[in-house]
């Protein structure tokens, strides 16, 4: 069995870094909220820290890949989907008329807002034959900025984007499996279970960093519920040592790297591409 919480915890204050808190859903907050410590427990004891506390957002499994993760995957194709539907454009209506001025992301973003894919397509007159990749690309730009409003979550829209590219169902898993792979990640870290709760697994945020008042956690549910206040946490329980030091460290290595310029990672990849072909030409592939 996986030990995840310390069988007690031995120590004079009453928060400390590692535990997880914990804020059931109200009338006005409707969904859980947890949360990580991760003031170090000597600032804590020494008062370091003042009146407020640090601490990471942790959400479940689910929601982390429903939302966040689908999100930044679908931020990430925007720029690329844009322009290589620009492109298309551009490529029909001067074939129309080679008078015609490219047509601009931002152009074609505003046409889509106000016609559908179908009335574009007859208004530049797409032949049959290619009718089929100037929809999927149309379509894929309507999923990638939400054109029409859509209540899906960011999860069911990338499907139906990884649908229309003919992603299938092992491909999609893989990338699921891949976008949960803790040990390649370096903003998150993946816990299976918390103190107190039922779910199955949960996600650190190790970028969400924010910041409670002590007086705002209270040490038991109960004691939550009589002096709680909107927005006030109670300490579900503590993550074991080897746990608690993984995730802070982790969080230390993200803030403490330094990052490289443009130029120095541009001449990065021009070298790693170079060194590649010289490789690869020298076992004839």
């Known amino acids: 069995m996986i030990r995840l ?28 909220s947890w949360g990580f410590i991760a003031t170090a427990d000597c600032d804590i004891a020494q008062d370091k820290s003042g009146a407020r506390l640090s601490y990471l957002e942790v959400v479940t499994v689910h929601d982390y890949i429903e939302n966040i993760w689908a999100a930044e995957v679908i931020r990430k194709l925007k720029e690329r989907t844009i322009a290589d539907a620009a492109a298309l454009i551009t490529k029909a209506t001067q074939e129309i008329d080679a008078s015609f001025d ?7 973003l505003d046409w889509l807002a106000e016609t559908s894919v179908e009335e574009l397509l007859k208004v530049i007159n797409v032949e049959y034959k290619k009718r089929k990749q100037y929809l999927d690309a149309l379509n894929i730009v ?24 003919g992603l299938l169902g092992k491909a999609m898993r893989a990338r699921l499996e891949q976008a949960l792979d803790y040990n390649k990640s370096t903003d998150f870290h993946l816990i299976p279970s918390l103190p107190g709760s039922d779910c199955l697994g949960y996600i650190v945020l190790l970028r969400e960093v924010y910041s409670i008042r002590n007086e705002d956690i209270h040490k038991s ?7 709680g206040g ?4 109670y300490i579900a329980g ?12 982790k969080m230390a290595y993200m803030f403490s790297r330094i990052g490289m310029s443009l130029e120095y990672e541009s001449h990065c990849e021009i070298v790693t591409q170079l060194a590649i072909d010289e490789i690869l030409s020298r076992h004839d592939v």
């Open 5 to 32: 919480t310390s069988g007690s915890i031995n120590r004079k204050i009453a928060v400390g870094q590692g535990d997880i808190i914990h804020r059931p859903p109200s009338e006005k907050l409707g969904k859980h």
């Open 102 to 108: 490219a047509t601009s992301p931002e152009e074609l």
């Open 142 to 165: 309507e999923l990638v900025f939400n054109l029409r409003g859509s209540s899906e979550t960011a999860l069911q829209r990338l499907r139906r984007i990884w649908s229309i590219q």
């Open 221 to 227: 549910a109960l004691d939550l519920q009589i002096n």
């Open 230 to 233: 909107e927005g006030a946490y």
């Open 238 to 249: 503590p993550l074991s040592d080897n746990l608690r030091y993984a995730i802070s460290q």
